[in-house]
């Protein structure tokens, strides 16, 4: 009996010291580097315990503007100070010397630091070249002037460009192969996340020194320089954004406080987006607030800017010429109307934006076809695939942006009522369209009806600034507006500005001449929830392009969900036209 017990204690032993083997042999040479269900790497940990360490280079690639310039991180030179200092003798006014800053400064950051120290923290005390030349000629250890990259606390065009995320689950999902980093950052949304293959770090570049459990040296004061050992890596992601004219329009949007909108500014020539402006903003503190919305990205009301699009229809189709007259005393119903503007031309209607006139014609389009609406949405490039989208390496279809689907009708029902019709017909009912494909109708017109894909992105460069590929302007399928009916529009649209009846006549003393379309769209909510006319939310817009004799910018704004005699667009427009001219002009 007693020899029993003995087996059984010993076979229980045996059992228990073989699991244990096991598990030491997973956690040492099976799992070493994607241990458990969240992928750790237990190398990486162990060093982390047993280092204090700087991050010099979180190390995953940068957005550039046009010109190069960096986007998303600003790097500076600074001084670098490791804690073990404190416990040495060392030549602090020597360094203070160098950098024109009181020793005592210097010591007291240091007898804080619990860790490597940037000095001045956020603030860095910036470095000359010449400065570091000096501190590093003086060969302390633990003293070092380097170049850090520190992330920008406020990136210009932020919905555009994205934001980043550690989540450690979608990071292997998205890349299974990779089993070092597991809390790398991530593309969580706009370009950083379309972009994400080829931004995500390899590696950090980093000071690093061993302490022992009291945080002293383990191996004296030694400390080492890690880095990506490629030089071409990371990528960076040429964006088509102008980083002055960006913080201009930005500038535009703050002065005339501008809560829900924003602007959007393209290249007519290369069909880029130059500078996209969204509010409310996004907060770096709560990235996932209300400022996480691109609007200029999403589906919007557009009221009667969409009229451009019944005007080229009805164009297009030969439904109307300019001889033809429409009763703008009455509204859409064919009572008396607000601005009685009495029987007047299609080139006048767009003028004074006679609600009757393009009420009647989208009744005549429809019924002559009841998709040609749409049709001609997307022969301006309104709606359909108006973002960048190719085949990238073995992406299909690669799209630069998540841009919402716009529609003119989202129910057959509609296309059967005539009220309902009418109110299509002046960019109101179920229509929904956004302000990129807006700036993208205006700069197809200003190009005579040719129309293409909008980029944001350029190319993906090498650390070196060669290029890894690049993204061609490409145009959009399908059928386009005739030539003529282009030129009609050109005309029309100038008329909106110029003439003695034009709803923009606000905008004649920009600094460029200006062709374009307002829309003032009723989005059925009203402020305070008070039920009364005096409290209707619209959504303000103008769309058009500049200089008119010679295309080169389509720029819409658009201020939403203000009240009637507020938020006016106008200003917003030309001060944004004047900040463009002046920064070309300079």
């Given amino acids: 009996m007693k020899r029993k017990r003995v087996y059984t204690l010993s076979l229980v032993l045996l059992l228990c010291f073989s699991l244990y083997c096991a598990r030491l042999m997973q956690l040492q040479l099976f799992q070493t580097e994607s241990f458990s269900k969240h992928k750790i790497n237990l190398l990486e940990e162990s060093v982390i315990q047993r280092t204090q360490q700087l991050i010099i280079d979180e190390g995953r690639g940068e957005f550039l503007d046009r010109n190069g310039v960096p986007l998303t991180y600003t790097e500076k030179n600074v001084l670098v100070l490791f804690p073990f200092l404190k416990k040495m003798n060392w030549p602090v006014e020597k360094v203070a010397s160098v950098l024109n800053i009181s020793p005592e400064f210097i010591r007291t950051s240091v007898e804080e630091s619990k860790g490597p120290i940037v000095l001045g923290g956020k603030s860095a005390v910036e470095l000359s070249e010449n400065q570091m030349e000096a501190i590093n000629g003086l060969e302390i250890q633990g003293v070092f002037a380097l170049s850090k990259k520190f992330k920008n606390e406020q990136v210009i065009a932020s919905q555009l460009i994205g934001i980043t995320g550690e989540n450690a689950e979608v990071f292997h999902k998205r890349y299974p192969d990779k089993v ?13 996340e379309s972009f994400d293959e080829w931004l995500v770090a390899e590696e950090q570049a980093k000071l690093i020194y061993h302490v022992d459990n009291m945080g002293g040296p383990l191996f004296g004061v030694d400390v080492k320089y890690l880095a990506q050992a490629n030089p071409f890596y990371p990528l960076n992601v040429k964006t088509t954004i102008d980083g002055e004219i960006q913080l201009a329009l930005e500038s535009v949007a703050d002065t005339y406080d501008i809560n829900k909108g924003g602007l959007l500014l393209l290249d007519i020539e290369k069909n880029e987006i130059v500078a996209s402006v969204s509010r409310p903003k996004m907060s770096s503190s709560d990235p996932f607030n209300a400022g996480a919305t691109n609007f200029m990205l999403k589906a919007l009301i557009p009221g009667s800017v969409f009229k451009t699009v019944v005007a080229a229809a009805a164009m297009d189709e030969g439904i109307v010429d300019e001889s033809r007259l429409f009763p703008c005393d009455e509204d859409i119903y064919g009572s008396m109307a607000e601005k009685p503007h009495g029987n007047i031309n299609i080139k006048t209607s767009l003028a004074v934006s006679c609600n009757r006139t393009f009420a009647d014609l989208a009744n005549e389009l429809v019924e002559k076809d009841s998709h040609a609406l749409e049709n001609y949405a997307k022969k301006l490039g309104l709606l359909g695939d108006i973002s960048w989208n190719g085949d990238v390496f073995h992406y299909e279809n690669f799209p630069q942006l998540q841009v919402s689907e716009g529609r003119i009708f989202s129910s057959e029902v509609g296309r059967s009522d005539p009220n309902y019709i009418s109110q299509t017909g002046i960019g109101q009912y179920e229509v929904r369209v956004t ?13 005579g009806g040719d129309k ?28 386009t507006i005739t030539p003529y009916t282009a030129m009609k529009l050109q005309q029309y649209l100038r008329g909106v500005v110029n003439s003695p009846e034009g709803t923009a006549q606000y905008l004649q003393t920009a600094a460029y001449p200006i062709a374009g379309k307002t829309g003032t769209a009723e989005t059925g909510k009203h402020k305070y929830q008070i039920k009364e006319d005096k409290y209707k939310l619209y959504n303000k817009w103008f769309a058009g392009y500049f200089p008119f004799d010679n295309p080169k910018y389509a720029l819409v704004a658009v201020n939403m969900d203000v009240l009637e005699y507020e938020g006016g667009i106008y200003p917003i427009y030309q001060d944004s036209v004047d900040a463009i001219y002046n920064i070309e002009n300079e």
């Avoid at 302000?435 to 190009?447: C, E, Q, Y």
């Fill in 180 to 192: 070092k980093g597991y809390n790398q950052k991530i593309g969580v949304s706009g370009l950083q």
């Fill in 435 to 447: 302000p990129l494909g807006v700036a993208n109708m205006m700069a197809t017109i200003a190009r």
């Fill in 452 to 479: 293409y894909q909008v980029s944001a992105v350029s190319a993906v460069e090498y650390q070196n600034g060669t290029e890894m590929f690049s993204f061609p302007q490409k145009n959009i399928g399908g059928e």
